[in-house]
């Protein structure tokens, strides 16, 4: 079973399109969060939400709109596509927000999602 | 956020045991030391993470130091499903990850 999933695994679209990408979680975390890793592989925390609630906007620009309409999916829709957000997207999820010292603190993260603006 | 630095680099030889340094001389006292990888196309995977005590788990040790300004992540044997993009990353009360460069690890045969 595939802890944290996301479709889809490619995405090529025009720019001026909106897309969305899916995650799902199948390990009961009330925590899921959005990473952007660009073509330098540089790993960025764009939004983190708590059982359902935005907790953490990392200065993400508003073309992109998170939904998460249960514990178990956090969504990210993008408008009005731009060359640069030409990267590649991960979820992940984690048992709260907050550091504790145990396992909990764990992210699990999804295999990504590789989203090519032309 | 406070930083860390790491070597942009390292190899070691299968079976060998490998030494990751991290420095981080600004961490504040709430910060949580993590270690993540990313292997070659698949999304980072944790390893350990530890605050003041050093820390075992089946894959790793994280030695930290008594000023906790720095730390080392210990693979005991290396294979070569341990090449991977090794991140030492400082999250304070949110378990936020503000992941760095990190030290990409080759293994060699």
């Known amino acids: 079973d595939t802890a944290v999933s996301q479709t889809p695994k490619y995405l090529v679209t025009q720019m001026g399109n909106d897309k969305s990408i899916k995650c799902e979680q199948n390990l009961g975390h009330d925590t899921m969060y959005w990473y952007k890793q660009d073509s330098k592989k540089f790993l960025k925390i764009m939004f983190s939400y708590n059982n359902k609630e935005l907790i953490i906007n990392e200065t993400v620009p508003n073309r992109f709109s998170p939904k998460s309409p249960d514990k178990a999916h956090l969504n990210l829709h993008i408008n009005s596509l731009e060359l640069g957000d030409s990267a590649v997207y991960f979820c992940?999820?984690?048992?709260?927000?907050?550091?504790?010292?145990?396992?909990?603190?764990?992210?699990?993260f999804g295999p990504g999602t590789r989203l090519t603006v032309l | 956020d406070a930083k860390t630095t790491q070597p942009n680099s390292m190899e070691s030889n299968e079976e060998e045991p490998v030494h990751l340094p991290c420095n981080h001389s600004t961490i504040s006292g709430t910060d949580y030391i993590h270690w993540y990888r990313q292997l070659p196309s698949q999304g980072p995977e944790y390893v350990i993470h530890g605050l003041t005590s050093n820390v075992n788990n089946r894959m790793a040790s994280l030695a930290i130091a008594e000023d906790r300004k720095s730390s080392t992540l210990i693979l005991h044997r290396a294979t070569l499903r341990d090449a991977a993009v090794y991140y030492c990353i400082l999250s304070g009360g949110y378990n936020k990850l503000i992941f760095g460069a990190g030290t990409r690890l080759a293994v060699h045969p």
């Open positions: 992940a999820s984690s048992h709260g927000p907050m550091n504790s010292g145990g396992r909990r603190d764990e992210q699990f």
